[in-house]
Structure formats: C-alpha cells, structure tokens
C-alpha cells in the first residue's frame, strides 16, 4: 500500500510539470516562446510517468485476484488447450512464451504491462490540456490499478482511449483498424465503434436545436438499463456464456459505482451547460473536442 500511495503521488507530481494547453488538438496556436524547450521539458516529465507507471506494474508478482488464473490459462494456450480468451490474446501469449520459455508468465505481464501504461499515458498526453489532472484521475479513479488485475480488458481500454484522438482527428480508418485489432484481446471493446462515431456526430450538431429531444431519450435509456434486467442478462450471457452463474453472477450492487457515475454524469451536464452558454458554442474545434468528451461522459 506504501508503494502504491507514494507512485500516485511522485507520479501525479511529475504529471503537474507537465504544461500541455497550447500543444494539444485543442489549442493550435504553437507559436509560443520557448516552445521547444517546453515540449522537451513535457516530453521527459510525460516519459517519466510512463516509466514509473509501468515499471510497477510489469514488475508486479501475485496482485489482483486474476494473477495465477491468468497464469494457470497461459499454460492451457501452450498445450493448445480450450481457453476462453480471444484468439489475439492467445497468440501474444503463445508467441511469447515460445520466445523465452515454457510458464514465463511474468514476460506476459510485462508485456502487456508496458504496453498499456504507454498507451495510458499517451492517450491522455496526446489529449489532455491538464496532463497533471488526466494522471490524478487515471490512477485516484483506479484504472489503472485496475489495470493490475484485468489484463485485457484495461489494455483494449487503453486502445479506446487513443481511439478518441483517432475520431477527434477524423482519422477513422485508424480507429476502426486499433478497435478491431483490440478486439482480439477482449471483444468487449467494440462497442465503442458504435459509441464514438454517435458522439462524433453528436458534437457537431447544433446542441439547442436537439437537446430537447436526446436528453429525454438519455433519461428513457437509462430507466430501461434498469428495469429490463432480464433483457440484458440475456444479451449479456449470450456474449459471454461462461459468467452465467458464476461467481460474478451474484445479483450484487455497487452504489459505490452508481454513485461515481451520477457525480460524473452531474459535472458533464454543469460543463454543457457552460458550453451552451457561451457565444461560440456552435463553432470552433476547441468546443466540438469538448462537446465529444461530454457526449462520452453520458
């Protein structure tokens, strides 16, 4: 616990040197004095985030409850096996295991480790006007200590999370290759192509004109993710087979969660609100990109 206290707060440090608003997509104008000094200076302080970030976590042994089951299906993949993961998932781990030996397990979580705090930390460096606050909630929000338990799922969470830059930038054959391609780790993943390119279309339309229609069809869809338990159960067990009955499947609430989100969903309607009524709300990349991460918010 001291180990994990102190990285959040050397990290989250570090990520406040960093000054990123007139580098990012948001802020174009790049003309600044001494810009050149300063994205050398963001660049090292960014690096070293990454570096401590993913250094504990590569170098983690027996953290999170899924440790030794992942290890015990890295070996199922090596005799070729039926395991329950995608099959991108299992060639990583075959392909690496073949390369340094049989039950290497810690070369997977290194890998996977590493990779996905870059990921982490590039997405929110390439993105984020406040570097500084994106870490503080990377790691006080628990993704990324998350992270240290589920393997693939907050790896393709990483991906979708440079996805974002990819459809902010219109580059969209790229988000949908990174998304499809992350798919064969943890197909859970896709629902984002759906999601984003909706938020992309919702953040360039005039927001007066249709907001008096999307946000009683928001309200409608969220009562029915309530009350039609049983729909979703369905859809869910249809994907995912093997979690019905299971030890996930206890009926179980987090209002921790719920109570996380409402606040979430509380401070996006207060920023949209501020948006609406500014008199440039309907134009500029910067509201659109603000607009975008509001809509994801929802």
């Not at 890295?74 to 039926?82: A, D, G, K, Y």
């Not at 395991?83 to 060639?91: D, L, M, Q, R, T």
Request: hydrophobic share 50%; net charge positive; charged share 15%.
């Amino acid at each position: 616990m001291i180990l994990y206290i102190s990285l959040t707060v050397v990290v989250v440090l570090l990520g406040l040197l960093v000054k990123r608003k007139e580098y990012v997509t948001f802020w174009p104008d790049t003309s600044s004095p001494g810009k050149d000094i300063r994205s050398f200076v963001n660049g090292w302080f960014a690096w070293m985030c990454f570096i401590l970030l993913g250094g504990v976590s590569a170098c983690r042994v027996a953290v999170g409850n899924d440790y030794w089951v992942y290890r015990f299906q890295f070996n199922l993949i090596m005799q070729h096996r039926h395991v329950s993961y995608e099959p991108g998932f299992n060639a990583v781990v075959y392909v690496l295991q073949s390369l340094f030996g049989y039950d290497n397990y810690k070369v997977v979580f290194g890998f996977f480790s590493i990779v996905t705090c870059a990921l982490f930390v590039w997405a929110l460096y390439s993105q984020g006007e406040w570097f500084g606050g994106s870490i503080f909630m990377l790691l006080c929000g628990g993704y990324y200590f998350l992270s240290l338990n589920s393997v693939r799922y907050y790896f393709v969470l990483a991906v979708a999370m440079v996805g974002m830059k990819f459809v902010i930038e219109k580059k969209y054959t790229a988000f949908l290759v990174s998304v499809l391609l992350a798919a064969t780790i943890h197909k859970s993943v896709l629902i984002v192509i759906p999601g984003f390119i909706a938020a992309a279309f919702l953040s360039r339309i005039k927001w007066k004109k249709w907001i008096k229609v999307l946000l009683p069809l928001y309200g409608a869809l969220c009562v029915l993710m309530v009350v039609g338990k049983p729909l979703w159960r369905k859809i869910i067990f249809t994907i995912y087979p093997f979690y019905e009955n299971s030890m996930f499947d206890n009926g179980g609430v987090s209002y921790a969660n719920i109570i996380k989100c409402l606040a979430g969903v509380a401070l996006t309607v207060v920023c949209m609100k501020m948006l609406l009524s500014e008199d440039s709300c309907e134009s500029g990349n910067g509201v659109m990109h603000l607009k975008f991460y509001s809509v994801l918010n929802l």
